[in-house]
């Protein structure tokens, strides 16, 4: 009786795990708050000259990639370029509803960031302790 309980035990686990989503994957920065945006409002002429400023920049995307192994880098993406510039390793941990910044080598914690919003192609994260400042991520790959 017990070996079967131990297979119906570790179906539930497979398609439970199988069922959950992973933060595996590129993510694209579409959007971040600081805490003096999210506490101010903008008045109609502040947000055309917001817009008319943004589409006058260069084409730049910040990218975060989490990988399989519990590694990740993030970089900075020109237009053109198929190469990141300034890119930065680093180790992470998925813990909960929280992502865990590891130290390279030693393993501590760096920085906690807590997990808003999640889905299969949008990600929303604040650092634990600034939850009026937030980054908004699309999944690109």
């Given at each position: 009786?017990?070996?079967?309980?131990?297979?119906?035990?570790?179906?539930?686990?497979?398609?439970?795990?199988?069922?959950?989503?992973?933060?595996?994957?590129t993510?694209?920065?579409?959007?971040?708050?600081?805490?003096?945006?999210?506490q101010?409002t903008?008045?109609?002429?502040?947000?055309?000259?917001?817009?008319s400023?943004?589409s006058?920049?260069?084409?730049?995307a910040?990218?975060?990639?989490?990988k399989?192994?519990?590694?990740?880098?993030?970089?900075?993406?020109?237009?053109?370029?198929?190469?990141?510039?300034?890119?930065?390793?680093?180790?992470?941990?998925v813990?909960?509803?929280?992502i865990?910044l590891?130290d390279?080598?030693?393993?501590?914690?760096?920085q906690?960031?807590?997990?808003?919003?999640?889905?299969?192609?949008?990600?929303?994260?604040?650092?634990?302790?600034?939850?009026c400042?937030?980054?908004?991520?699309t999944?690109?790959?």
């Amino acid at each position: 009786m017990k070996p079967y309980a131990l297979v119906l035990l570790a179906l539930i686990v497979a398609g439970t795990s199988a069922a959950a989503q992973s933060i595996v994957g590129t993510w694209q920065l579409i959007g971040e708050k600081t805490c003096l945006e999210s506490q101010m409002t903008e008045s109609s002429t502040e947000q055309e000259l917001k817009q008319s400023m943004s589409s006058e920049r260069n084409s730049v995307a910040r990218v975060i990639k989490f990988k399989n192994n519990g590694t990740g880098e993030e970089g900075i993406f020109t237009a053109g370029s198929r190469k990141g510039g300034s890119m930065n390793a680093f180790r992470y941990r998925v813990n909960g509803k929280e992502i865990l910044l590891l130290d390279k080598k030693s393993g501590t914690i760096l920085q906690t960031l807590v997990m808003d919003e999640f889905s299969s192609t949008a990600l929303r994260v604040h650092i634990s302790n600034k939850d009026c400042e937030t980054k908004s991520f699309t999944r690109i790959k």
